[in-house]
T-cell receptor, first 114, second 114 residues
Framework: AQRVTQPEKLLSVFKGAPVELKCNYS??????LFWYVQYSRQRLQLLLR??SRESIKGFTADLNKGETSFHLKKPFAQEEDSAMYYC????????????????FGQGTILTVHP | KAGVTQTPRYLIKTRGQQVTLSCSPI?????VSWYQQTPGQGLQFLFE???????NKGNFPGRFSGRQFSNSRSEMNVSTLELGDSALYLC?????????????FGPGTRLTVT
């Protein structure tokens, strides 16, 4: 069975400081990894997907299969980045029909102080 | 385009009762996934429906069931409610089919079991 671990429940940084939210996963196959974000009083939404290799709102995440990690990074945090961040995993089966099933980590609350 | 809607937004039930929650997906989306969110267990996948068929299932007891209608609207039912069923129930819709399509989450239904 797959599992996602986010070791930090809370993370506080100052504006302009680098931020890294940690995510480790366990799955014997080739998973797809995602980061979801929930801003205050808003819905859970997709931030980025490892396959796209995009930088969204200045955030990047690299899948490290050797360390089974998918840490989220931003070089200069902004106050508007304060939110709950979830790392999630999906198992892409041969038919590609498992994307509707996400396994989430426990989440990290990021607070960026002015 | 209207987002995912869930009704009701809040619900209070008594142990032993049953409850039905509703989810209306984004127009054109054929996949609906359900998740349970609790402080202790975090976000856990319940099941996914695609074209009126359950496509993926999580590890929840048989008291939790769902269905999807021809217009892609979905309902989930919990029978014989227990105190531990108190949670925020989220649904998410996506285009579905094979390959990746982003999940869009609803605001959730807050269920309290007394």
């Amino acid at each position: 069975a797959q599992r996602v671990t986010q070791p930090e429940k809370l993370l506080s940084v100052f504006k302009g400081a680098p931020v890294e939210l940690k995510c480790n996963y366990s799955y014997s196959g080739s998973p797809e990894l995602f980061w979801y974000v929930q801003y205050s009083r808003q819905r859970l939404q997709l931030l980025l997907r490892h396959i796209s290799r995009e930088s969204i709102k200045g955030f990047t995440a690299d899948l490290n299969k050797g360390e089974t990690s998918f840490h989220l990074k931003k070089p200069f945090a902004q106050e508007e980045d304060s939110a709950m961040y979830y790392c999630a995993l999906s198992v892409a089966n041969a038919g590609g029909t498992s994307y509707g099933k996400l396994t989430f980590g426990q989440g990290t609350i990021l607070t960026v102080h002015p | 385009k209207a987002g995912v809607t869930q009704t009701p937004r809040y619900l209070i039930k008594t142990r032993g009762q049953q409850v039905t929650l509703s989810c209306s997906p984004i127009s054109g989306h054929r996949s609906v996934s359900w998740y349970q969110q609790t402080p202790g267990q975090g976000l856990q996948f319940l099941f996914e429906y695609f074209s009126e068929t359950q496509r993926n299932k999580g590890n929840f007891p048989g008291r939790f069931s769902g269905r999807q209608f021809s217009n892609s609207r979905s309902e989930m039912n919990v029978s014989t409610l227990e105190l531990g069923d108190s949670a925020l129930y989220l649904c998410a819709s996506s285009l579905g089919g094979t390959g990746f399509s982003e999940q869009y989450f609803g605001p959730g239904t807050r269920l309290t079991v007394t």
